[in-house]
């Protein structure tokens, strides 16, 4: 029997929505004071009961979008409802749906629609998770620490998070080596300073003084994905040509000093010794790569 793909009903799958529940209609007639609240219905909800979700994955709210949704809210009011859990008598917790919640306030609103679901910390936390993925746009540092929460705190393999976001696991585990990044490559990913392209070709390279070394280089040449690519394959060429096990491959210390010099000139470079004499070659690829050269070498 194939398996189902999940995407457009992932969510749905894990709320437990039923025929009924998906014919309801928002009732903007409710009377303020007067809302009933019902699991797996659609209530009119005083903002001020609400509290914020603290599983929400997305760290950064762009404040012009939300200003612009907070006057399309003043003129449209609100489209699709938010998601909430019960938590005592006129107390809620927001499940997903806070770009909605925090416009609303800002549009002047008392109340919202909203579902109201039965939901354990656990489930909460796959709700809200998988939702914002699947309907927010999050960067990509905000999706991969998502998908690592759902496997870690959510017991999820990788492809059953790939059946419950409609992605495959290839797709899944380019997210996730996103995190092996240096933390400054990350933040820049995060910030939009560099694209996914970019960062995927960084991680090719193993090393992380490497890495670095791309990234200054993509920041202060404005390199191409294609470029950093070919970067990339150039020292990953020299790490191999240093670890070959030949009769004249270099000592270990040998290697570690033509990965760095590598790194350092951006090109292959060659590191020859017998022990006691030996020679280093540093290629050029035209005369712009060699005078890129000598600016490092300060000649």
Known sequence: MSKKKALGRGLSALLGDTPDEQKLDVDVTTPVGSHKTTN???NEIPLSEIETNPFQPRQHFDKEAL????????????????TVRKLARNQYQLISGERRFQASKLA???????YVRTANDQQMLEMALIENIQRENLNPIEISLSYQRLISECNLKQEELGDRVGKNR?????YL???KLPPDIQIAVRDNRISMGHARAIINVENPDSQLYIFKKILSEDLSVRKVEELARQLLAGSKDASTNSPTSPAKEISQLQSKLSSHFGTKVSVKSDGKKGDIRIPFLSVEDLNRILEILKI
């Open 67 to 82: 200003n612009e949704l907070a006057e399309s809210i003043k003129v449209h009011g609100i489209i699709q409802p938010i």
């Open 177 to 179: 080596r996103l995190l």
């Open 40 to 42: 797996d219905s659609i």
């Open 108 to 114: 002047g609103l008392t109340h919202v629609p909203a």
């Open 170 to 174: 290839s797709t899944i585990t380019n």
